[in-house]
């Protein structure tokens, strides 16, 4: 079973940065596509980006292309998501999840991932 741990979230100003961990209780995150979604309150849980498990290719969300940036080093079993300019509206749950079989066409698929960490709170506030 590949559990997942988000961590990194937090409370920044409008035009603040955060980078996200997600990190893999098992060696073989290398095999397995990730995607970070996020959820707001009241709403539906929406992709934010995803990455390839060779990660040669990412997929945006496109409130976020620009913004944001997935990035995974498989020998620390870790993908990070850098999210920078951030606004008040980026204020969610953030999750990440795994799959070794995601179709990488539709990647920002909630439907698409096994393996789901808990999630991580990030607030843009003044």
């Known amino acids: 079973q590949l559990q997942l741990v988000e961590s990194g979230g937090g409370l920044v100003q409008p035009g603040g940065s955060l980078r996200l961990s997600c990190a893999a209780s098992?060696?073989?995150?290398?095999?397995?596509?990730i995607g970070w979604f996020r959820q707001a309150p009241g709403k539906e849980r929406e992709g934010v980006v995803c990455i390839s498990s060779s990660g040669h290719s990412t997929g945006y969300g496109d409130s976020m292309k620009g913004r944001f940036t997935i990035s995974r080093d498989n020998a620390k079993n870790t993908v990070y998501l850098q999210m920078n300019s951030l606004k008040p509206e980026d204020t969610a749950v953030y999750y990440c999840?795994?799959?070794?079989?995601?179709?990488?066409?539709?990647?920002?698929?909630?439907?698409?991932?096994?393996?789901w960490g808990q999630g991580t709170q990030v607030t843009v506030s003044s």
């Open positions: 999840a795994a799959d070794p079989f995601t179709d990488q066409n539709m990647c920002l698929m909630t439907y698409e991932y096994s393996y």
């Open positions: 098992r060696r073989i995150l290398a095999n397995y596509a």
